[in-house]
C-alpha cells in the first residue's frame, strides 16, 4: 500500500518556531518547503557559529538535537585530532 501525500500548506501552524533561537546557537529563518511523508516539519535555519544556512528537522531542534550546521562537530574532532596526536 502506497502512502498519501500530505498537504502541509493546509495544516496550521501552532508551532511558527519564525526567529526562535535554539542551543543558543541556531536562529529558524522560516518553515521549509521540503518535507516527508512522515509528516516531519522541516525549517530553513542559519547557523550562528558561522553564518552557513541549513535545514533542520522541527523535533531536533526543539528536542535539541541539532546545535549547529555541523561546524560544531568539525571543530571537536579536530581538538580531538590535535590532542590525540601532539607531543
Same mark, same amino acid.
Given at each position: 500500500?502506497?502512502a ?6 493546509d ?7 519564525? !526567529? ?12 521549509s ?10 525549517w530553513?535555519?542559519? *547557523?550562528?557559529? *558561522?553564518?552557513?544556512?541549513f ?5 531536533a ?7 549547529? *550546521? !555541523? *561546524?560544531q !562537530? ?14
Amino acid at each position: 500500500m502506497r502512502a498519501e501525500r500530505i498537504d502541509f500548506d493546509d495544516l496550521t501552524d501552532s508551532n511558527d518556531l519564525t !526567529g526562535t533561537t535554539f542551543s543558543g546557537t541556531v536562529l529558524v529563518l522560516r518553515r521549509s518547503a521540503d518535507h516527508f511523508l512522515s509528516g516531519s516539519r522541516m525549517w530553513s535555519c542559519a *547557523c550562528l557559529r *558561522c553564518g552557513n544556512p541549513f535545514e533542520a528537522f522541527e523535533h531536533a531542534l526543539v528536542k535539541g538535537y541539532t546545535t549547529s *550546521c !555541523g *561546524c560544531q !562537530g568539525q571543530i571537536v574532532r579536530r581538538v580531538k585530532y590535535n590532542d590525540a596526536y601532539s607531543n
